[in-house]
C-alpha cells in the first residue's frame, strides 16, 4: 500500500482552518446578496465540515445550529445543490433519515489540496437532542480501565484481602508510588 493511501486511511484530526478559492469568494458574495440564508447554512457547513469536506447532520439540527426553521434550511439546501455549492447524500430513509453534505473542492477544502483526488468518504457527524429524545448520554457502559506505557498502577479500594503470607522483613513488596 502507498504512502498516500495509509495516510487516507488513517483517522482524520480535526484542524481549525479550511482554505477558500478566491473565486469561489466572488461567487460566494453574489450568494449573499440573492440568498442570505442560504450563504449563512454554506458558512455554518464549512465550518463543521471534516477534512474531506463532509459534514453528516439532521436538517433540524442544521435549523437549531443556525437560528432558522426546518423549512429554511431545506430551501437553503436546495439552493446549495442547484448551484453546486454542495452535494447532498442520503443516508437512511427520505422519512428519518439525514443528509451528508459534502462541499464543492473547488469551493473548500480542509486537506492538502493532492489528497482531493481521492474518493475515500468519511464526515463529521452532528447531533441534537432534539433529534434523540431518548437523549444524547445514554445509560451508563461497562467501562474497562486501561493504561498508557507511560502510567503507573496505584493499589485503591477496598479490593481482596492481602495474601495470608506476611511479608519477609527486609523484602517488602516494591509497590509503584508516587515521587516529590
Do not use: C
Amino acid at each position: 500500500m502507498s504512502d498516500t493511501k495509509t495516510k487516507l486511511t488513517q483517522p482524520q484530526v480535526r484542524g481549525s482552518w479550511v482554505q477558500t478559492e478566491r473565486k469561489a469568494h466572488e461567487k460566494w458574495a453574489s450568494l449573499i446578496s440573492r440568498k442570505p440564508r442560504a450563504a449563512a447554512l454554506l458558512h455554518l457547513i464549512i465550518a463543521n465540515m471534516n477534512s474531506r469536506g463532509a459534514l453528516i447532520a439532521s436538517q433540524t439540527t442544521l435549523a437549531e445550529l443556525s437560528g432558522t426553521s426546518v423549512s429554511t434550511v431545506k430551501r437553503s439546501v436546495k439552493v446549495l445543490v442547484d448551484e453546486q455549492w454542495v452535494q447532498t447524500i442520503r443516508i437512511g430513509s427520505e422519512r428519518g433519515g439525514a443528509l451528508a453534505y459534502v462541499v464543492n473542492r473547488r469551493v473548500a477544502w480542509a486537506d492538502k489540496r493532492k489528497n482531493s483526488q481521492y474518493a475515500l468518504f468519511d464526515a463529521r457527524v452532528l447531533v441534537s437532542e432534539r433529534d434523540n429524545p431518548q437523549g444524547l448520554e445514554g445509560p451508563d457502559l461497562t467501562h474497562i480501565p486501561s493504561m498508557s506505557p507511560a502510567d503507573g498502577q496505584l493499589p485503591s479500594g477496598d479490593g481482596e484481602a492481602p495474601p495470608s503470607q506476611p511479608s519477609i522483613d527486609g523484602l517488602e513488596p516494591d509497590l509503584p508510588h508516587l515521587r516529590d
